[in-house]
């Protein structure tokens, strides 16, 4: 069974930086993309970053220059460094494991809260 475990959400200040966890357990980690989602009140759930086994990573162009994305296939842990928060980026942040097809998301945790407060 795949588990997947989102921790380092909080409440910052705008300008103050975050770091998401994402604990993957039940699951060839280092075989598949993975990636960070986040639903902002009232908005639907949007891709924020992306890494592929091989490393190639994507961003929503709101965070580029901001968030990082990474992953540590020893651990099966994938990473969000979130940089100059902004009120914006308020939202619940979910990490999703792919499988299938590129962007076909199968697995997804239950999320952790994100309020960058102005």
């Known amino acids: 069974q795949v588990q997947l475990v989102e921790s380092g959400g909080g409440l910052v200040l705008a300008g103050g930086s975050l770091r998401l966890s994402c604990a993957v357990s039940?699951?060839?980690?280092?075989?598949?993309?993975v990636g960070w989602y986040r639903q902002r009140p009232g908005k639907q759930r949007e891709l924020v970053a992306r890494?592929?086994?091989?490393?190639?990573?994507f961003y929503l162009d709101s965070v580029k220059g901001r968030f990082t994305i990474s992953r540590d296939n020893a651990k099966n842990t994938l990473y969000l460094q979130m940089n100059t928060l902004r009120p914006e980026d308020t939202a619940v942040y979910y990490c999703?494991?792919?499988?299938?097809?590129?962007?076909?998301?199968?697995?997804w945790g239950q999320g952790t809260r994100v309020t960058v407060s102005s």
């Open positions: 999703a494991t792919e499988g299938g097809a590129p962007y076909n998301t199968v697995h």
């Open positions: 890494i592929t086994s091989g490393g190639s990573t």
């Open positions: 039940g699951s060839v980690f280092s075989l598949n993309a």
